[in-house]
């Protein structure tokens, strides 16, 4: 991923599908090992990164979403299970997150579909269709006591 240029608010970067998908390759070779539980964008790195369980900043991670989509004017305004996603030769199931002002052209590029719409979706990458289902059941929980 290259950077092109910056201003106050946002960083303007250039992504090609190869490189999103080298990426994403390496940190699922590499996660294996760890038996990695989740590839996710970050925003403010332009890179993927993966969480592996047990992983503490994991829980601070999910804790975060769930209680940014909980806020009225959060940084989260949605999150939704994704379409399963081909990456390689693996299939991943993605939590498909909706950051307002956060476009993720990476995740637009995956989906090779050619849709602008799909960059608005942060994407949280899952091996399975049942471990992305259980985080996402908890992640839209209402908040006890409502």
């Not at 390759?25 to 990164?49: P, T």
């Not at 992983?55 to 975060?64: G, H, I, T």
């Not at 940014?68 to 989260?76: A, D, M, S, Y």
């Not at 050619?114 to 091996?127: A, I």
Request: overall charge positive; aromatic content about 10%; glycine content about 6%.
């Amino acid at each position: 991923m290259e950077v092109l240029g910056r201003d106050d608010e946002n960083t303007l970067v250039g992504v090609k599908l190869e490189d999103a998908v080298a990426q994403i390759v390496a940190i699922q070779q590499s996660s294996l090992e760890e038996k990695g539980l989740m590839i996710y964008w970050v925003h403010g790195r332009n890179a993927f990164m993966f969480f592996y369980p047990g992983d503490k900043n994991y829980r601070v991670e999910m804790k975060r979403l769930r209680r940014e989509l909980r806020k009225t004017n959060g940084n989260v305004s949605e999150i939704v299970a994704g379409e399963p996603l081909q990456v390689g030769s693996h299939t991943f199931y993605p939590i498909d997150v909706r950051m307002p002002r956060r476009p993720c052209f990476p995740y637009m590029l995956l989906r090779q579909e050619g849709l602008f719409d799909h960059s608005d979706f942060t994407p949280y990458l899952l091996r399975t269709a049942e471990k992305r289902d259980a985080i996402l059941a908890w992640l839209n929980r209402p908040k006890r006591g409502m």
